[in-house]
């Protein structure tokens, strides 16, 4: 069993790699009702825990989050989209799932930009490291 939150079984999982077999899974039990929208995912600690590898974990649910079928709030956890986006159709981006993202760029830039100037140019800066 994969984890108490789970309709599905190893025994009736997809062939290939653990983290789409854990995705599929997901899945399954997200479009069946078994996972609401607006519910939180088990975190990695707890398919750790399990057994399941926190790479596997990051994985897969970062295929879910390509899928459009949940996000990450940094900190938080992640969740099921809502509402859960029919196969096949596009979903738009969660804002929040790169606000972090953002920030840590914008500090990143602002401390290129303090220790090269306002003034230098993008290709200046390239060539200076």
């Known amino acids: 069993m994969m984890d108490a ?3 599905t079984d190893e025994n009736s999982m997809s062939p290939g790699p653990l983290w789409r077999q854990l995705a599929d899974a997901i899945e399954d039990d997200i479009r069946s009702g078994s996972r609401e929208p607006g519910s939180e995912l088990p975190s990695v600690a707890v398919h750790a825990a399990a057994g399941i590898s926190q ?3 990051t994985r ?3 295929e879910l989050a390509d899928r459009g079928l949940v ?3 940094p900190g ?3 969740f099921v989209t809502d509402p859960v986006p029919e196969s096949g159709k596009p979903v738009p981006v969660r804002l929040d799932e790169h606000e972090e993202r953002i920030l840590a760029l914008e500090k990143r ?3 290129v930009e303090a ?3 306002h003034d230098s ?3 200046d800066r390239t060539h200076m490291q």
């Open 5 to 7: 939150h789970s309709n």
């Open 55 to 57: 790479a596997t974990s």
């Open 60 to 62: 897969a649910y970062r």
């Open 71 to 73: 996000y990450a709030v």
């Open 76 to 78: 938080s956890g992640t």
């Open 109 to 111: 830039l602002a401390a």
């Open 115 to 117: 220790q090269f100037g």
């Open 121 to 123: 140019t993008v290709q």
